[in-house]
């Protein structure tokens, strides 16, 4: 069934909206997992004391200067694994400037698989997700059965590729200067030692937390405000690993 490319736009619009894609403000986490070895054989080995890591000096700066290493620091990583959650929807990413591969799951409108290589960009729909974006659209442009592709410069394709927010690699974000935000103590963020930055107001808080020994990553954020996510971040440096899928492939509308 052909549609007008004016009536694509409106549909890809409205559904764009509907879908309510959400925008990052900081975030990223490396915890590396701990190794520990025991000694084997019939007689018992007394244990030895794992020296603590090393401080990386970041407790010692500004809040601002620890928010703002931490950013640079994961842009710095060139990659990193990403998992984010907030009412209404998560995500599971891999990412680069480049590169970004993983899934996305919207409360009662579906979920998608997301690769993006380069300029290219294919999403893989659920039943659930499928359905609604062909309804919107008036055409099946989207099956559980076939990848969907497009570059960045189909705003319906670059709208999905925006959940993998490869900013954070290309303009990492920086504390405003006037922030309120305040240096917390160093704490144990899931095994690993982080300092925390607090930003309060009216009864809600997020805290970003930035390792404090190795290097200094931007490994988490803990929020209760409704317009900010729940974000861990590790594998920092790894490979993305994006592919050209394998199967059918169908081009996505243009509008």
């Given amino acids: 069934m052909q549609t007008s490319n004016q009536s694509i736009r409106r ?3 409205a559904l764009l909206c509907t879908l309510a894609l959400t ?7 490396d915890s590396d997992a701990a190794k520990s070895k025991s000694a084997g054989g019939s007689t018992p080995s007394k244990a030895v004391a794992t020296p603590a890591a090393k401080s990386n000096g970041i407790d010692k700066l500004s809040a601002k200067e620890i928010y703002d ?3 640079k620091t994961n842009a710095e990583a060139g990659s990193f694994h990403e998992k984010m959650a907030r009412a209404g929807s998560k995500s599971d990413l891999r990412l680069s400037a480049t590169e970004c591969v993983g899934n996305v799951e919207i409360s009662g409108k579906g979920s998608f698989e997301i690769i993006r290589k380069g300029s290219d960009i294919w999403a893989k729909p659920d039943s659930t997700f499928a359905d609604g974006m062909n309804s919107a659209l008036g055409e099946k442009s989207f099956s559980t ?3 969907t592709h497009g570059t960045v410069g189909n705003p319906l394709m670059a709208k999905l590729a925006s959940w993998c927010h490869q900013e954070q690699l290309t303009a990492p974000d920086t504390l405003d200067a006037a922030s309120k935000a305040t240096k917390g103590a ?3 963020v899931d095994g690993q030692q982080a300092v925390s930055v607090v930003l309060t107001g009216k009864g809600e808080s997020v805290t970003w937390y930035v390792a404090a020994t190795g290097k200094p990553y931007f490994i988490k954020q803990d929020s209760t405000r409704a317009d900010m996510q729940d974000l861990t971040d590790d594998g920092f440096g790894q490979s993305v690993g994006a ?3 394998t199967g059918t492939v169908v081009e996505a509308p243009k509008g």
């Fill in 11 to 13: 549909a890809s619009t």
């Fill in 23 to 29: 925008s990052l403000t900081a975030c990223n986490s």
């Fill in 69 to 71: 290493t931490g950013m």
């Fill in 186 to 188: 160093v704490t144990t």
């Fill in 243 to 245: 592919k050209v899928p």
């Fill in 145 to 147: 059965e076939k990848w």
